[in-house]
């Protein structure tokens, strides 16, 4: 007689007697706690249904059970402690979670549900990704990593250091996209990666964010899952792909063209999507970033470089201070900094006045980040993110 099992749905708050099977579809890496006196490792399982719990890890149990879970195996587990999924230290959104302790009986199955795995996630392709630029999205990347480059240690706004790590991808189309990955993942997936890169690996990873700072970056999240050669059916088609283009691909990596500076071109929204300017002074404002189109006017440009300029961005409703650094101020000028360098080093101001004349004259779009003078203050400063032309904008229309 087939054993039963019951589903995660039917597993109540305090209860013991059950037995589910489950498919292990997140593990992160272990992390200190808060308090500092020990550790705790997450792990999201799902069931036959496509429902998922959370389950933790604790101390010791995060070295009893280190060759267990592995991700994408099946598994049935009973007598792990179910709780409420506390608020303050949720990982999943479910209402309950898991305990693995010593007491907990796992035990793997020789089955294969990758496929229904790989079902429950949305794909997304990388000329799909503008959309959902500094969102909370969750985006799944199925992708060829291709190439890396050398970790490196930043810090961060609270004074911690970060170590940061970037991964070159690859689609079938032969478009790139960098995802930049950091701390244990850098130690973790990074390594694991860089052992095999010169394979070509299929990476599935899924819960990355696409952000705009410096052009469109990949990024990874806490909570983001690196699935890496993993046979689900995708990643052999993919795969077969790499053998056949194997040439290609390495004179496409040996060449390096992905790693060339060039603009970044963003499709302006519709005219219902720009915020009057009006609407982003004096007030709290409810998100960080912001289409504008009007015409820029420069209050100062950094003449050493070309790469720094404060600009009024203004339309019909009003006008605001902003300030751009690197291609943005590019774009505003129309040229180069190296071409402004070469123009007035010898102090000829002639092309540069008319410069300045046709970026006042000319109504285009600008993507804008607002960042708060002082917590809970309605003033702010502007950076502008990306600048590109709109024809025949309504500068200030927002329905």
Not at 9 to 23: C, D, G, L, T, Y
Not at 105 to 130: A, G, K, P
Not at 346 to 365: C, L, V, W, Y
Request: hydrophobic share 35%; charged share 25%; with cysteine.
């Amino acid at each position: 007689m087939e054993e039963q099992y019951q589903l995660l749905s039917e597993i109540i708050f305090n209860n013991q007697k059950w037995k589910a099977k489950v498919i292990v579809v997140e593990k992160q890496s272990p992390k200190p706690s808060r308090q500092g006196n020990g550790r705790y490792q997450h792990l999201m399982l799902m069931d036959t249904q496509g429902s998922t719990i959370q389950a933790s890890l604790y101390d010791s149990n995060i070295t009893a059970f280190e060759d267990q879970l592995v991700l994408g195996k099946t598994y049935t587990i009973s007598k792990a402690y179910v709780k409420n999924n506390m608020t303050n230290y949720r990982y999943s959104t479910g209402s309950l979670q898991w305990t693995i302790s010593g007491e907990t009986r796992i035990e793997e199955l020789n089955e294969d549900n990758l496929e229904f795995v790989f079902s429950t996630y949305q794909l997304t392709q990388f000329h799909e990704l503008e959309q959902y630029m500094d969102t909370d999205a969750d985006l799944n990347i199925l992708a060829v990593a291709v190439d890396m480059t050398p970790k490196r240690l930043i810090q961060s706004k609270d004074g911690n250091q970060i170590w940061l790590q970037d991964i070159i991808l690859l689609d079938m189309n032969f478009k790139t996209m960098v995802l930049t990955l950091w701390n244990s993942f850098v130690d973790r997936e990074c390594l694991l990666i860089a052992n095999i890169i010169d394979k070509k690996p299929v990476i599935f990873t899924t819960r990355l964010k696409i952000t705009s700072l410096f052009g469109l970056k990949l990024s990874m999240k806490v909570h983001s899952t690196f699935f890496i050669n993993t046979p689900f059916n995708s990643v052999k088609q993919m795969t077969e792909w790499i053998r056949t283009n194997f040439i290609k691909i390495d004179d496409f990596v040996f060449k390096k063209s992905y790693m060339n500076k060039s603009p970044t071109n963003l499709s302006p929204p519709v005219r219902s999507k720009f915020t009057p300017i009006q609407n982003l002074q004096e007030r709290l404002l409810t998100r960080q970033f912001y289409w504008v189109n009007g015409t820029a006017t420069t209050d100062k440009i950094d003449s050493k470089s070309w790469t720094r300029a404060y600009v009024q961005l203004s339309d019909v409703t009003g006008s605001i201070s902003a300030n751009a650094i690197g291609e943005p101020v590019e774009k505003l000028l129309f040229t180069t900094s190296e071409s402004l360098m070469e123009e007035t080093k010898f102090g000829s101001k002639t092309n540069f006045e008319a410069t300045i004349k046709k970026m006042q004259d000319t109504e285009r779009a600008f993507y804008s980040k607002a960042l708060q003078n002082e917590p809970n203050s309605s003033s702010y400063k502007f950076d502008i993110i990306f600048v590109t032309d709109f024809d025949h904008p309504s500068p200030g229309q927002e329905i």
